[in-house]
C-alpha cells in the first residue's frame, strides 16, 4: 500500500478520534495544554496499536485467503465507512456530561474509536501492506487531529462532531473502492 493511501486511511480512521476529541474539548471547562496530550496520546496509542493486532490475527489467515483479499479489505473498509456515516447520523442517546480526562473514560473512549484500525489492521495483513508504515502513520495522524481537535472542540463545540464522522467513512469507503478496482485490473492513475 502506497504512503498517500496509507495516509488517508490514517485520515479516515482517525475521524473517529478526532470526533470524540472535539466533544471532549467541548465539555472541558478550562483548557491546558497538557488536558490535549493526555487525550491525543490516549487515542494516537490506541490507534497506532490496534492495526498491529489486527494485521498479527491476519497473517494467520494471508495464504488461505489471497485469492479474494480484495474483497475483503473493500467489505471491511466499506463496512466501517459505512458504520461510521450511520452512526453519525443517529441521534446522540447518551448523556454527553462525562469527564473526558478520566483514564477509564479516556481508555474506553480510544479502544472504541480503534476498533476499525483493528479490522484495517486485518485488511493491511491480506494485502500484504507495510504494517510499521501504517502503524506510525495511524498514531501521529491521530494524535495530532485529536490535540487540535480538543482545542477545535473547546472553541466551537460538537457543530463540527457529525461532518467529521461522515468525510472519514467516506473516505474509507473511497479507498476500499480503489483496492478492489486495483485488483480486477482498473488503473486509477
Not at 489471497?66 to 465507512?81: E, N, P, Q, R, T
Amino acid at each position: 500500500m502506497e504512503i498517500l493511501t496509507t495516509t488517508f486511511l490514517s485520515l479516515g480512521l482517525a475521524a473517529d478520534a478526532f470526533a470524540v476529541s472535539l466533544t471532549s474539548g467541548f465539555s472541558i471547562k478550562h483548557i491546558k495544554l497538557n488536558k490535549a496530550l493526555k487525550i491525543a496520546l490516549f487515542f494516537g496509542c490506541f490507534q497506532a496499536i490496534m492495526p498491529f493486532i489486527g494485521w498479527s490475527a491476519g497473517l494467520t489467515f494471508r495464504d488461505f485467503i489471497s485469492s479474494f483479499d480484495h474483497w475483503i479489505a473493500f467489505g471491511l473498509l466499506s463496512y466501517i465507512g459505512g458504520k461510521m456515516i450511520y452512526e453519525s447520523m443517529e441521534e446522540e442517546k447518551e448523556d454527553k456530561k462525562f469527564n473526558p480526562l478520566d483514564s477509564y473514560t479516556l481508555t474506553t473512549l480510544a479502544i472504541a474509536t480503534s476498533i476499525d484500525a483493528l479490522a484495517a489492521g486485518i485488511g493491511l495483513s491480506v494485502l500484504k501492506g507495510s504494517i510499521l508504515l501504517a502503524c506510525t502513520l495511524i498514531g501521529f495522524i491521530t494524535f495530532g487531529l485529536c490535540f487540535i481537535g480538543v482545542f477545535i472542540g473547546h472553541r466551537f463545540g460538537d457543530i463540527l462532531n457529525q461532518k467529521i464522522e461522515i468525510v472519514g467513512g467516506v473516505v474509507l469507503i473511497l479507498i476500499g473502492t480503489k483496492i478492489l478496482l486495483e485488483h480486477l485490473g482498473f488503473s486509477l492513475v
